[in-house]
């Protein structure tokens, strides 16, 4: 016989869990469907011990033998249960309290756990200063499985467990408990998936985008936001007419920023409507805005502020925010150049924004 750990252990709320170290299994069903109730085994890597006392210190012994040792007549309740750890270090635990025990093998045991004094014990709650109430001792020897047993019982208290046990179910199996894992690991892909859908359709105006639209970047997903359905029916027309409704939206931008009185401004857009490259100095963004700003005396209109207003709104240089949709209406994808060229010209309109998807539609939708 080789003892394993010898010394009172303070418990709590009635039990003592033997497990593998540094694991703290789920074992309030460890007894479910046995035939004592008093050490739990249904849980892998863990025995489940039932106490008399709530609170307070018992005399606790664990044996180890290396074959099955007699049951002495001093334990009023004896139980045997099958015990498998996958590994020798263990650890007897009652509530906040720990203690390391290693086994000197591991694979296939029986553990018998016998008390005394549980009556008394469960009479008296708590122990304070008084004399141990209940004692235990828990062996341990190399055994084949075999089914849970009751080999002696004298208390109603054990009476009491081993009827609880044979009334709770069994904890799950081992298969039962991959089933359970991999149902709530598709339930969470699943509830993912959907959290991602849902912010997806979010972000194109409240469904979810066409094929089509999940091919464009840029200012796609604000113009869904805002102008979903008149983005879908764009997307429903030609490639040919896209690509003319882009330049007239830069039209409009240069016209509502009084750029079209310039010429080189008129001839950026002659060459976009004909397909051919820009001339200068339109012909880089930084070229076209080095051009453009000294006029940034004329066309100042309102522009929206965020938060309280403390006074006039302040202006926009209309001819900045039109110059983008003339580069955005020559982007190669044709849907992509209108939805680069619409972004830009609403922000052109500004406070006349209303104004442009009414004659977007009155011109090329009807």
């Known amino acids: 016989m080789t003892v394993l750990f010898d010394g009172e252990i303070h418990v709590h709320y009635r039990f003592i869990n033997l497990t593998i170290a540094g694991e703290m299994p789920d074992v309030s069903r460890a007894s479910g469907g046995q035939r004592n109730g008093l050490c739990g085994a249904g849980v892998p890597d863990a025995l489940a011990m039932i106490t008399g006392l709530h609170t307070g210190s018992v005399p606790f012994t664990m044996t180890w033998h290396e074959t099955e040792p007699p049951v002495s007549d001093e334990w009023e309740e004896v139980v045997e249960v099958p015990f498998a750890p996958s ?18 093998a591991t694979g296939s045991l029986r553990a018998r756990y016998c008390a005394r004094g549980l ?7 708590t122990r304070m200063d008084e004399p141990p109430i209940d004692h235990y001792l828990l062996e341990l020897w190399p055994a084949p ?24 179910p069994p904890p799950p199996t081992a298969e039962e ?43 796609a997903r604000n113009m869904a936001r805002s102008h979903r359905d008149l983005l879908d029916e764009l997307a429903a027309q030609p490639p040919s007419a896209q690509r003319e409704i882009a330049t007239w939206l830069a039209r409009q931008a240069f016209e509502i920023a009084d750029l079209t009185g310039d010429p080189a401004a008129a001839a950026a857009l002659t060459a976009l409507e004909s397909g051919d490259p820009l001339p200068p100095p339109f012909d880089t963004p930084e070229a076209a805005y080095d051009h453009i700003h000294p006029r940034a005396t004329r066309n100042f209109v309102g522009y929206v502020s965020f938060g309280k207003p403390t006074g006039p709104r302040p202006p926009i240089h209309r001819p900045s925010f039109a110059v983008p949709a003339l580069f955005g209406a020559a982007e190669s994808d044709p849907l992509q150049a209108i939805v680069e060229a619409f972004h830009h010209t609403e922000a052109t309109f500004d406070d006349r924004k209303a104004e442009l998807v009414p004659a977007l539609r009155s011109r090329w939708l009807t």
């Open 177 to 219: 408990r991959a089933a359970a894992r991999a149902a709530e690991e598709q339930r969470l892909a699943a509830v993912r998936a959907e959290q991602k859908a849902a912010a997806e359709r979010r972000e194109w105006g409240g469904r979810a985008p066409t094929p089509r639209l999940r091919e464009l970047t840029g200012n």
């Open 145 to 168: 499985p075999a089914p849970d047993a009751v080999l002696r019982q004298t208390s109603r208290y054990a009476a009491y467990w081993h009827d609880h046990a044979r009334k709770t």
């Open 119 to 125: 009556d008394e014990a469960a009479d008296a709650d």
């Open 87 to 104: 590994s020798t270090d263990l650890t007897l635990s009652a509530f906040d309290h720990f203690y390391g025990v290693r086994l000197p």
